[in-house]
């Protein structure tokens, strides 16, 4: 059963626009929600996180926001550039560290 | 600055034969993870461990198995590998304690099974 997930496969954007990019989850026991950035032939890095007890964290350019009653959260990327073309995933930690990921979803962005 | 170093980048093998996966990190790191990324279904766990000389299954087990004799080393093993292994296989590290402690992966080794 797939605990995280995003449903949107794709995003493409114009550079200097927001990138929004969602993620549902159905485990009510994680207690930290991570993003991670991943390009082609490289492993992925760590973006920013969100403790559950939070309801919005902001680092730079990218914000994560929080909604528990709807088990679901986003990442916005203001304002997005070419360096930021890559895959993202969602992923989720309970107590015991292991990460439940998301299929990810590719950013594209347009000059 | 190395992080994690997996060992090798790139591997073809024959249905049947065996192979071992290297694994280290020099952060110091309690725990570690293999995981394994198919298309469309992101990364899954397929062991861990929490410590030197621990292991425990995760989500997709059946088929590997590992080893952790040092605290920077995490060895997976493919005893006969068959074609639905074909994958990108990761290794994570993460260190224990209160926070968030994310974890930090290598670049990868893209297994092809013939």
């Known amino acids: 059963d797939q605990q995280v997930k995003q449903n949107s496969p794709s995003l493409s954007v114009q550079e200097g626009r927001i990138s929004i990019l969602n993620c549902d989850y159905t485990?009510?026991?994680?207690?930290?929600f991570l993003w991670y950035k991943k390009y082609p032939a490289e492993g992925p890095t760590f973006l920013i996180s969100?403790?559950?007890?939070?309801d919005k964290n902001e680092d730079g350019r990218f914000t994560v926001f929080l909604n528990k009653s709807a088990k679901h959260l986003s990442l916005h990327i203001v304002p997005s550039q070419p360096g930021d073309s890559a895959v993202y995933f969602c992923?989720?930690?309970?107590?015991?560290?292991?990460?439940?990921f998301g299929a990810g979803t590719t950013v594209t962005v347009r000059a | 600055n190395a992080g994690v170093t997996q060992t090798p980048k790139f591997r073809v093998l024959k249905t049947g034969q065996s192979m071992t996966l290297l694994c280290a990190q020099d952060?110091?790191?309690?725990?570690m993870y293999w995981y394994r990324q198919d298309p469309g279904m992101g990364l899954r766990l397929i062991h861990y461990?929490?410590?030197?000389?621990?292991?425990a299954k995760g989500e997709v087990p059946d088929g590997y198995n590992v080893s952790r004799l040092k605290k920077q080393n995490f060895l997976l093993g493919l005893e006969s590998a068959a074609p639905s292994q074909t994958s990108v296989y990761f290794c994570?590290?993460?260190?224990?304690?209160?926070?968030?402690?994310?974890?930090?992966f290598g670049d990868g080794t893209r297994l092809s099974i013939l």
């Open positions: 994570a590290s993460s260190s224990g304690g209160t926070g968030v402690q994310p974890q930090h």
């Open positions: 485990n009510s026991m994680f207690d930290y």
């Open positions: 969100i403790s559950s007890i939070k």
């Open positions: 992923a989720a930690r309970k107590s015991d560290y292991k990460l439940s």
């Open positions: 952060m110091n790191h309690e725990y």
């Open positions: 461990s929490v410590g030197e000389g621990t292991t």
